[in-house]
């Protein structure tokens, strides 16, 4: 079920909220977070809306989306209710601010946020010079963003290093949790030789590529390089260099990676890109400070960048 409200105000719409709720049409309860979304009134809405639909299937909650429009318009709010089969397991709220209102999304905000439960900022696009300090980035428990989704993904990664406190994370980040787990399993095997060096190959704009080698940097304390692949975006692959022999995973088309190692067969490796509503739904899972994205944020400037030979196989972003 879909509510239009053209010209409104936030009491209106949480009046409405309250009468829904009374009929039985939507029902706080079981809520467990309000999911903010930051994005401009365009064609990202409903993708954004959709991504959290589903992750809200694991984690209910209400989703609040501050649609900002034209600034030189009058100023009008206008809202949309979603609930049922329109919001996932959630009640979305969508409010389009224009002309001065377009800067008060916090103040709108705050009306709809659910009683004593944790708030979560999401910019699925172009996120603020220092979320933690954006009026909505400051209610937030948790704030996520994505650099891959920017004009200038390596740019906007490193904001993300000079804006960073507590409770910030990216999707780039995110999107690495299989290749780290992948790593972390190979080197548990024998032989256990300390890894005195990698590799890291990557498109140049893959924020995903830059973090992985951050964090092989941080955690082994070693010399890292960060090689730019000159055909497919994304990490292409890994090598982590040992006495006894590499430990290299390759992914060649951008969803199947082949772990090499010595004194192990050769094994394929699931790495198909995630998809944002699984990176969203993840995030969504731990509300305090991930002190491990933090480290592996500066240790960015320990990596030394490159460019690699053209190859012949790319893969997809990770």
């Known amino acids: 079920m879909i509510i239009d409200l053209p010209s409104t105000t936030t009491s209106q719409v949480n009046k409405k909220l309250v009468e829904l709720r009374e009929t039985g049409g939507a029902v706080a309860l079981g809520r467990v977070l309000t999911l903010v979304i930051v994005t401009g009134d365009g064609t990202e809405v409903e993708k954004a809306i959709q991504a959290a639909n589903d992750a809200s299937r694991e984690h209910p909650c209400r989703v609040i989306v501050v649609a900002s429009g034209a600034r030189q318009a009058a100023p009008r709010l206008d809202a949309q209710i979603r609930i049922g089969g329109d919001a996932g397991a959630s009640e979305v709220v969508v ?39 954006d009026p909505i980035g400051a209610l937030s428990h948790r704030r996520i963003t994505d650099a891959a989704a920017e004009a200038d993904p390596i740019a906007a990664l490193q904001k993300r290093v000079r804006s960073y406190v507590d409770g910030d ?23 256990h030789d300390p890894v005195t060096a990698a590799t890291v190959t990557g498109a140049a704009d893959s924020p995903s590529t830059d973090l992985l080698a951050a964090w092989l940097a941080s955690y082994l304390e070693i010399p890292v390089r960060r090689l730019d692949h000159p055909r497919g975006p994304g990490i292409v692959s890994a090598v982590l260099e040992r006495a006894s022999g590499n430990v290299e995973i390759v992914r060649p088309d951008g969803k199947v ?17 995630r998809e944002v509503r699984d990176c969203l739904a993840e995030e969504l899972r731990r509300l305090d400070a991930d002190e491990i ?22 893969g997809a972003q990770a």
Do not use: C, F, M
């Open 169 to 191: 994370t990216d999707l780039a980040w995110t999107r690495l949790t299989s290749w780290r787990a992948v790593l972390a399993a190979a080197l548990d095997l024998p032989p």
């Open 257 to 273: 990676g082949y772990l090499t190692q010595p004194g192990q067969p050769d094994r394929r490796v699931a790495l198909q890109r």
């Open 293 to 314: 994205y933090e480290i592996t944020l500066r240790g960015l400037a320990n990596i030394v960048r490159g460019a690699e030979e053209p190859a012949e196989d790319a």
């Open 95 to 133: 409010l389009r601010l224009y002309g001065p209102l377009a800067d008060e999304g916090a103040g709108s905000v705050v009306p709809l946020l659910l009683p004593d439960a944790p708030v979560v900022a999401w910019w699925p696009t172009d996120a603020p010079e220092s979320p933690g300090k």
